[in-house]
């Protein structure tokens, strides 16, 4: 369920520097539709992907599904790589099922290993889980920066890993928005990446509706960093 977590930014997402069309503020009221934008769910599998994102190819081999419920990023940081989620999929000190390559048409081997929850948070809304084995794929970088265009590589439904874009909306002082960009129950913890393939957030929520109005929710990784122990101001890039 959609939380306003800071009151100060429950307002038109028009005061945070976006346009003053009909588009949603940033921290709706709850609602009950799926987090689908549009008529249709706009989802390719991440093996057929042929679309502008950088890396993409490289960014999914680090996209993990968690407990067959969540999805999740193995990122870079200084400390060691380890794997982000969202802080509502998972608890401190749970020993998390962490599962590599679950693809349609895979083209990699499936890697299976666990991971304990060591550091968590509701807002901002992240955990981070340490591997008891790491995979040899290398870790998706942090970056301050969107970009016009996001993207999403998740497992809806806790499904095979699938991609998909839409548009930046807003940022209000950690928690953002994106509009026409496809989620579903299992994509929470995924990362939003820039058109650069980095990642700039997290998502956690889906506020979109079937007939294409609102929009999804995430935290960026800049406010995550800032809120964690583990993870340093260095880990950020700034493109």
């Not at 060591?118 to 870790?139: G, K, V």
Request: proline fraction near 7%.
């Amino acid at each position: 369920m959609k939380r306003c977590i800071q009151a100060a930014l429950c307002f038109a997402v028009a005061a945070c520097g976006a346009s003053d069309d009909l588009r949603p503020p940033l921290c709706p009221q709850p609602r009950t539709a799926p987090a689908q934008c549009g008529a249709t769910l706009d989802f390719t599998p991440i093996n057929q992907y042929r679309g502008a994102l950088v890396d993409a190819q490289l960014r999914e081999d680090a996209v993990v599904l968690i407990d067959g419920n969540c999805t999740g990023t193995l990122i870079a940081a200084a400390a060691g790589p380890v794997v982000l989620t969202a802080g509502h999929c998972v608890g401190q000190g749970d020993q998390a099922l962490v599962a590599f390559n679950v693809e349609a048409d895979a083209d990699g081997d499936p890697l299976f290993t666990s991971g304990t929850v060591f550091e968590r948070a509701d807002a901002p809304d992240y955990a981070l889980i340490r591997l008891d084995h790491l995979p040899t794929s290398t870790p998706t970088p942090l970056t301050t920066q969107s970009s016009p265009r996001l993207a999403i590589i998740q497992h809806p439904r806790g499904g095979p890993k699938v991609i998909a874009e839409g548009a930046f909306f807003a940022e209000c002082g950690g928690p953002f928005a994106y509009t026409d960009l496809d989620t579903l129950v299992g994509s929470s913890g995924a990362g939003v990446l820039n058109a650069q393939g980095l990642l700039y957030g997290v998502h956690v929520d889906g506020d979109c509706d079937l007939d294409g109005g609102g929009s999804n929710d995430g935290w960026t990784a800049a406010s995550i960093v800032a809120a964690s122990a583990y993870l340093q101001p260095g880990d950020l890039m700034s493109r």
